[in-house]
């Protein structure tokens, strides 16, 4: 219904701006002064402060403030937009598997084994212009998939838990990744644990070269339209909703809710799969992590704000890097910690899930939608 659409749209909203108003106030109390000052003076000073780092907090990332004027921070942007594409792409994974109503919490494990073992052919893999990075991003996509597939099986066939085997994988697959760097990737030469830089043509294709804007962006929008067409105007992509609404229903109309069950998770696995891999290609040229980046987990929250809706997915992976990266400018010229930005997660997420929060527009909306399909039917006129 497009009432029920609408009251998810606004339900977000409010609920953003909820979390930023909570923000300002907890700078506002960072920002109050100590010392002898009388209360209004230090009132009116912490207010002045609070303002100048809620400022920078919300435009830092596309402006900055130079000799008076505010002028357009190319670096910002391009920080958020590369900060923005492995959980866009970590997002429309999870939402795939979250739509089938399977909680796979398996993207960290998935992104991070494939990006090793991708690591090893972005390395000696031969130098081919535009092929070998797609080759690579083939690779890991296949071992995301590989990985997903394990806890899809075991739940396909055992009806074993998906959320304690894809997290207990995660470990795995964490250790596994390290150990293939550390043993036949490692750079010897380098003061930490890093891999031999990859191979000039592995790498991506630069919007531009200064601060490293690699067009790992535009393959992640191109991955969300590509997943909503599959969702949304495939036999495959309705039969993975159907499932997902009700899986008896699916099964006595005819559908092998296991089989399809699975499928979801083998093209969630090799969605993830290719965001580490994306990641490495297009900034740093060589695998760094010595611990899992956190993405997978970002793309939890990315499917819940986009409300598993694939077109969603990316305005809400921009707005989460967008907050971080003001975040992170704020903590660098203010003394706000940037860490208040777990809060504003945490608060937007609670509200959003949150079944109670803003039912009663909700009802409000579905009884005037009913009362105009009554007034359509009996001719505009309602008898009592």
Do not use: C
Request: no cysteine.
């Amino acid at each position: 219904m497009k009432s029920t659409k609408r009251y998810e749209i606004y339900r977000t909203l409010i609920a953003i701006a909820i979390a930023l108003a909570l923000g300002y106030i907890l700078i506002l109390i960072s920002a109050f002064p100590k010392g002898d000052m009388a209360f209004f003076e230090k009132l009116k000073t912490a207010i002045e402060d609070a303002n100048k780092a809620f400022q920078t907090f919300l435009l830092s990332p596309i402006l900055k403030y130079r000799r008076g004027n505010w002028i357009f921070n190319l670096r910002g942007f391009i920080q958020w937009m590369n900060e923005s594409v492995p959980i866009i792409i970590t997002g429309l994974a999870v939402s795939l598997v979250f739509t089938a109503k399977h909680f796979n919490i398996g993207a960290e494990g998935q992104l991070f084994l494939g990006a090793a073992i991708a690591t090893g052919a972005a390395i000696y893999f031969p130098s081919i212009p535009i092929i070998t990075p797609i080759i690579i991003i083939l690779i890991a996509s296949l071992v995301g998939a590989g990985w997903s597939a394990i806890p899809g099986y075991l739940k396909s066939k055992w009806n074993a838990s998906e959320v304690v085997t894809s997290l207990m994988l995660n470990y795995v697959a964490l250790y596994m990744g390290l150990f293939i760097i550390k043993t036949f990737l490692r750079d010897p030469n380098a003061g930490q644990l890093v891999s031999l830089k990859f191979s000039d043509s592995a790498s991506l294709f630069l919007l531009n070269t200064r601060y490293r804007w690699h067009s790992g962006i535009i393959i992640a929008i191109v991955m969300s339209i590509a997943l909503w067409f599959i969702m949304k105007k495939t036999t495959w992509g309705y039969k993975v909703r159907l499932v997902g609404n009700n899986k008896y229903f699916a099964h006595y109309s005819g559908i092998n809710t296991q089989k399809t069950f699975f499928q979801a998770h083998l093209l969630s696995g090799a969605i993830a799969g290719t965001a580490g891999i994306i990641e490495l290609l297009g900034y740093y040229g060589r695998f760094v992590w010595l611990y899992s980046p956190g993405y997978g987990w970002d793309g939890i929250i990315i499917a819940t704000l986009a409300r598993n809706n694939p077109i969603y997915v990316p305005f809400a992976a921009l707005f989460l890097s967008y907050i971080r990266v003001g975040a992170k400018t704020m903590g660098r010229y203010t003394n706000i910690p940037p860490e208040m930005v777990a809060i504003l997660q945490a608060t937007i997420i609670l509200l959003v899930t949150a079944e109670a929060f803003l039912s009663q527009m909700r009802q409000k909306a579905i009884e005037k939608e009913a009362k105009k399909s009554e007034e359509v039917i009996t001719g505009g006129e309602i008898h009592e």
